[in-house]
């Protein structure tokens, strides 16, 4: 007896690189959510975390679990997923393959308003956020402020973005040189740090962030635009300044909310968005941005994820680990583009 195919039928399509490397993250994750909840000093069975996370309890592991992991974790996710997305805008409006959020100057504002608080104030967690945020808000708008003299430009926005930064990065150091307080917690947090994160933490981040992250997908295709040549755009009546303080503001807004909840963690926006490009360009799939940006920000809450798990057994700064990880590829991209 033969076997005839029907007319018509074709075999079923291979599934799409965008679709494997997210499912790639999203594995990542699911391993890290179960190891970052079951080990540690107390460990809790696996099979025991289904019914500690739905019904909690007054036991010992549901305290554990709700009250000191189950925050932690939820920070590092979110703050990976901005720093991810954060930093594939910033490399696309200022077209560096260098780029992060830090460029804008951001990070070390949001920094500095932080230290400022430790320093010399004290305030509740949500106030200390809240300044922290500001703090990055400023710098990156006073960095957009003298880049508008030269309408943005990609180039010069670069340059204005890291004399912001290392001003910022200055006055840190003479805060820290100058005041009386105890300097090794505010030093263990500039290294960027999820320990002692607390339900405050995530409140105060999950709306940035999701804000943030709902924004940037919503103008992928201008980001799309925003690669081709300046000239042609503007004769197309787009207004690419404006577009280019929006999107810059949208980074902004996703990488200053986390420097203020976690500390600086360096490279993930820089990675992040790499690794992505480098899976689709291997599968040879066109990048876009409608999939680069979630792409980027599962990449990057898999990053800070996974590296938060080393950080916590080894009882080190994640942030630490991200520039240990990612300090080589800067190098790696400026040997790839002279050759």
Not at 12 to 35: D, E, F, N, R
Request: net charge positive; hydrophobic share 55%; with cysteine.
């Amino acid at each position: 007896m033969s076997w005839r195919l029907p007319l018509g039928w074709a075999p079923p399509a291979a599934p799409s690189a965008p679709l494997l490397l997210g499912l790639l993250c999203l594995g990542v994750l699911t391993l890290a959510t179960a190891a970052a909840l079951s080990l540690g000093d107390y460990r809790i069975p696996l099979e025991a975390l289904p019914g500690i996370l739905w019904h909690g309890g007054d036991s010992n592991a549901a305290f554990v679990v709700h009250e000191l992991r189950l925050p932690r974790l939820l920070t590092g996710l979110l703050a990976g997923a901005a720093l991810g997305m954060a930093g594939a805008i910033a490399q696309s409006i200022t077209r560096n393959p260098l780029g992060e959020p830090g460029l804008l100057g951001v990070t070390a504002g949001a920094a500095f308003a932080m230290v400022l608080c430790m320093a010399f104030a004290r305030l509740s967690t949500p106030a200390m956020l809240a300044c922290g945020t500001l703090g990055g808000l400023f710098a990156a708008l006073l960095t957009f402020a003298i880049g508008l003299r030269t309408r943005l430009e990609p180039l010069q926005l670069t340059l204005v973005g890291m004399s912001v930064n290392l001003f910022f990065l200055s006055a840190i150091t003479l805060v820290l040189v100058s005041s009386q307080t105890e300097a090794n917690g505010i030093y263990y947090w500039l290294s960027g740090s999820l320990a002692n994160r607390t339900w405050e933490h995530v409140g105060m981040l999950w709306a940035w962030v999701l804000g943030g992250l709902a924004l940037g997908l919503a103008c992928a295709r201008i980001l799309d635009l925003l690669a081709l040549d300046e000239t042609m755009l503007t004769s197309l009546g787009l207004q690419v300044t404006r577009w280019r303080l929006l999107l810059g503001l949208t980074a902004v807004v996703l990488s200053a909310a986390t420097v203020a909840a976690t500390g600086p963690i360096a490279f993930v926006g820089l990675v992040a968005p790499h690794l992505v490009r480098s899976g689709l360009t291997l599968a040879g799939e066109r990048t876009t941005h409608r999939t680069l940006l979630p792409l980027s920000a599962l990449a990057g809450a898999s990053l800070v994820c996974g590296a938060d798990l080393i950080a916590k057994w080894q009882e080190i700064p994640v942030g630490i680990l991200c520039v240990l990880v990612g300090g080589p590829l800067p190098v790696h991209l400026i040997r790839r583009q002279g050759t």
